[in-house]
């Protein structure tokens, strides 16, 4: 990923400190991965996701 690295690399390595940004609860983290993804339609790239 080329984009915002730092916020990928922290998110990766932390789910967890996305739900403390927004002010809720953490447990609900590790259900979660934290990851980049590709839609092929003109190339249109989604650079964070969180996906359960």
């Known amino acids: 990923m080329k984009t915002d690295t730092i916020f ?3 998110f990766k390595e ?3 400190i996305f739900f403390e940004l ?3 609860s953490t447990e609900p983290a590790a259900t979660y991965e ?3 993804r590709e ?3 003109l ?3 989604v650079d ?3 996906l359960p």
Do not use: A, D, E, V
Request: proline share 5%; charged share 10%.
């Open 22 to 24: 927004i002010n809720q």
């Open 39 to 41: 839609i092929k339609q």
């Open 8 to 10: 990928y690399s922290l």
């Open 48 to 50: 964070g996701l969180f």
């Open 43 to 45: 190339s249109f790239r």
């Open 14 to 16: 932390f789910p967890s």
């Open 34 to 36: 934290f990851t980049s």
